[in-house]
């Protein structure tokens, strides 16, 4: 089973500055199946990359997804107050999904 | 526009069982495959099981396999998570995803939700 690992644990920016979000998986991940998604307190998931690059629909430029093989990246260009939230990667297809990091307002 | 809406959650004794109902509309179901996902309190989340289109094929992670059965009815568009002897370690948020995206790639749509408190 492969397993899913998101650095940092929290991240604590300022509206305006960039966030780097990484998810090291333990064995080698198609990138074609690579998600990422966004978690706001009381709401469900909503998808934000899909296929490791793509960005799912409504989902604003500023937000980016890269990598291969075992290392992602999610990348969000300039935070608005909108975009502090939790963050999790998947593999999609019945595995589990990373740990999340909290991208909190410092 | 895709609409997946989850009921049945509340509170079960340890031992006890429980059925959940996603009811999906907004799109062709029986061509897409639903996952029940869940999310502990104050936790992360945790993919539990997923179903074919069809139906015909079913999976479940190791935490809940032998205790929990998911089907699917796709003349009346819903689809069900069944839960037998229920722990505590179950207590969560249960959300139906659907897959989307393309090649079927991702969870593209959520349902709100519905909470399981497994407790005494």
């Known amino acids: 089973e492969i397993v899913l690992t998101q650095s940092p644990g929290t991240l604590s920016l300022s509206p305006g500055e960039k966030a780097t979000l990484s998810c090291r998986a333990s064995?080698?991940?198609?990138?074609?199946?690579l998600t990422w998604y966004q978690q706001k307190p009381g709401q469900a998931p909503r998808l934000l990359i899909y296929g490791a690059s793509s960005r799912a629909t409504g989902i604003p430029v500023r937000f980016s997804g890269s990598g291969s093989g075992t290392d992602f990246t999610l990348t969000i260009s300039r935070l608005e107050p909108e975009d502090f939230a939790v963050y999790y990667c998947?593999?999609?297809?019945?595995?589990?999904f990373g740990g999340g990091t909290k991208v909190e307002i410092k | 526009e895709v609409q997946l809406v989850e009921s049945g959650g509340g509170l079960v004794q340890p031992g006890g069982s429980l059925g959940l109902s996603c009811a999906a509309s907004g799109f062709t179901f029986n061509t897409f495959a639903l996952s029940w996902v869940r999310q502990a309190p104050g936790k992360g989340l945790e993919w539990v099981s997923a179903?074919?289109?069809?139906?015909?094929?079913?999976y479940y992670a190791d935490s809940v396999k032998g205790r929990f059965t998911i089907s699917r009815d796709n003349s009346k568009n819903t689809l069900y998570l069944h839960m037998n002897s229920l722990r505590a370690e179950d207590t969560a948020v249960y959300y139906c995803?659907?897959?989307?995206?393309?090649?079927?790639?991702?969870?593209?749509?959520w349902g709100q939700g519905t909470l399981v408190t497994v407790s005494s």
């Open positions: 995803a659907k897959e989307g995206c393309s090649g079927g790639s991702c969870y593209s749509d």
């Open positions: 998947q593999q999609y297809g019945n595995s589990p």
């Open positions: 064995q080698s991940v198609s990138s074609s199946f």
């Open positions: 179903i074919s289109g069809s139906g015909g094929n079913t």
